[in-house]
């Protein structure tokens, strides 16, 4: 049933209705949850058009019953194993089934050849991969 209900009639005999109906989204945790699920599905090097910019293109798939709050970080070394950095992103949320790409700024890095390693943090967990990575 509406919550509201409107008509309106002006001289001529033409009249609009409106009902207004609310939902309520719930998002809950009834069980506890277990170990996460996540999972890159591609990891691409781009070209930035619009800014010029080199960035890392990563998809990330929650293959879990849960919503995850997922946050990557990528550690950047050299050749000889010294640590040139390391860049992070924003914590978005990622829902069961579904994947989220996120876009790493790697335009800062001088050009040369590095090891990587891209991981992805939720609730205190993390999961990773390593990746050489090479700018021009």
């Known amino acids: 049933n509406p919550i509201q209900e409107n008509i309106l009639k002006d001289s001529r005999g033409i009249s609009v209705g409106a009902k207004v109906r609310y939902a309520v989204g719930i998002l ?9 699920n996540l999972d890159f599905t591609n990891i691409e090097l781009k ?4 800014t010029n910019k080199k960035t890392l293109k990563v998809n990330v798939i929650n293959e879990d019953f849960f919503m995850e709050s997922v946050k990557l970080s990528l550690e950047v070394y050299d050749k000889n ?16 089934g579904y ?3 996120y876009t790493i700024d790697v335009s800062e890095i001088p050009s040369g ?3 990587c390693v891209l991981v992805a943090e939720s609730r205190d967990e993390f999961v ?9």
């Open 81 to 96: 194993g010294n640590k040139i950095g390391e860049i992070f992103t924003d914590k978005s949320r990622v829902f069961p």
């Open 99 to 101: 994947c989220k790409n």
């Open 47 to 50: 070209d930035d058009e619009i």
């Open 113 to 115: 050849e590095y090891m």
């Open 128 to 136: 990773g991969t390593n990746i050489s990575l090479t700018l021009n």
């Open 28 to 36: 809950t945790n009834v069980n506890t949850q277990d170990d996460f």
